[in-house]
């Protein structure tokens, strides 16, 4: 049972545009929510978080959303580099401190 | 070390061999956890642990697999008679609890092929 879902596989964006990464999760209890990026053969790096209590948190060209009552988050990047290229994982937490809950992943390709 | 440190980064096992895969934490850091990467999959949880306490251990997909911290640093990874479905990336990661974002330093994984 996926508690976080990324339902596309793959993105495709050109370079200089928005990427919209999406997600979706079940689990009510979740409070905390993160973002990692993967290079191939490197281990995932962390990218951006939001707490429940917010709905929007920015970072430079990032930016998480969280629609609770939805029970859904995006990532957009603004604009689209070629160094974004890289597999995208939602992820999920009940605390800070907890286990954290990913999603199988968006590979993001930025097209020149 | 400056990140987290994980050996071997690749190991190959026959089926039935007993496999072990070592995590350096960063320095001071008191939180650490493993996960399964299977290929085209997300990380999956395995087990987590605060200085030497296993506090959850609910992911180890069986009794082969096995844990430990025991001076509250260096963890290993134990898997007991290796299974073809064990080939993974083993992924370790640690934290600070209540740092500034709680985020998880992931290391580089040990990518196990079973033969």
């Known amino acids: 049972d996926q508690q976080v879902k990324q339902n596309s596989p793959s993105l495709s964006v050109q370079e200089g545009r928005i990427s919209i990464l999406n997600c979706d999760y079940t689990?009510?209890?979740?409070?905390?929510f993160l973002w990692y990026k993967k290079y191939p053969a490197e281990g995932p790096t962390f990218l951006i978080s939001i707490s429940s209590i917010k709905d929007k948190n920015e970072d430079g060209r990032f930016t998480v959303f969280l629609n609770k009552s939805a029970k859904h988050l995006s990532l957009h990047i603004v604009p689209s580099q070629p160094g974004d290229s890289a597999v995208y994982f939602c992820a999920a937490s009940a605390s800070r401190d907890d286990k954290i809950i990913f999603g199988k992943g968006t590979r993001l390709h930025i097209l020149p | 070390g400056a990140g987290v440190s994980q050996s071997p980064r690749y190991k190959v096992a026959k089926r039935g061999q007993d496999v072990a895969l070592r995590c350096d934490p960063i320095s001071g850091h008191v939180s650490l956890f493993w996960y399964q990467q299977a290929l085209g999959q997300g990380p999956e949880f395995l087990t987590y642990f605060q200085n030497e306490a296993q506090l959850d251990k609910s992911g180890l997909p069986s009794d082969r697999f096995f844990a430990e911290r025991p001076e509250g640093s260096v963890s290993t990874l134990k898997i007991q008679r290796t299974q073809q479905e064990d080939s993974a990336v083993y992924l370790c990661?640690?934290?600070?609890?209540?740092?500034?974002?709680?985020?998880?330093?992931f290391g580089e994984g040990s990518r196990l092929t079973v033969l």
């Open positions: 990661a640690s934290s600070h609890p209540g740092g500034a974002t709680g985020e998880l330093f």
């Open positions: 689990n009510s209890m979740f409070d905390y």
